[in-house]
């Protein structure tokens, strides 16, 4: 099992940036797919990001695609997501993940196996 604590999150005006940083430990950080899943009021998690083990392959959702990047230091065991041109509707709490197992990138939830405590994300218009 690895653990992940999520930092980064705030408050910003639309059209405005954020950083995230997701800091592991425990298991081998860098033998698994990560992603990224956020969870606004009254909606279901869903999926925000994925990269490869070696970070050499990401995946996004359509609605992110050219706003935000995910990205992975081995040596430091952290997860990033670069959040750029952010909208209202990116307002959730945001959760990195790690995959239960070794082996292709993955965006479907159930395909994570440990998760942060999250952060907020709050983007006022």
């Known amino acids: 099992q690895v653990q992940l604590v999520e930092s980064g999150g705030g408050l910003v005006q639309a059209g405005g940036s954020l950083r995230l940083s997701c800091a592991a430990s425990?298991?081998?950080?860098?033998?698994?797919?990560m992603g990224w899943f956020r969870q606004a009021p009254g909606k279901e998690r869903e999926f925000v990001a994925a990269?490869?083990?070696?970070?050499?392959?990401?995946y996004y959702v359509d609605s992110v695609k050219g706003r935000f990047a995910i990205s992975r230091d081995n040596a430091k065991n952290t997860l990033y997501l670069q959040m750029n041109s952010l909208k209202p509707e990116d307002t959730a709490v945001y959760f990195c993940?790690?995959?239960?197992?070794?082996?292709?990138?993955?965006?479907?939830?159930?395909?994570?196996?440990?998760w942060g405590q999250g952060t907020q994300v709050t983007v006022s218009s």
């Open positions: 990269i490869s083990w070696i970070g050499g392959s990401t």
């Open positions: 425990g298991r081998t950080f860098s033998s698994y797919p």
């Open positions: 993940a790690a995959a239960r197992k070794w082996g292709a990138l993955t965006t479907t939830l159930s395909d994570f196996g440990s």
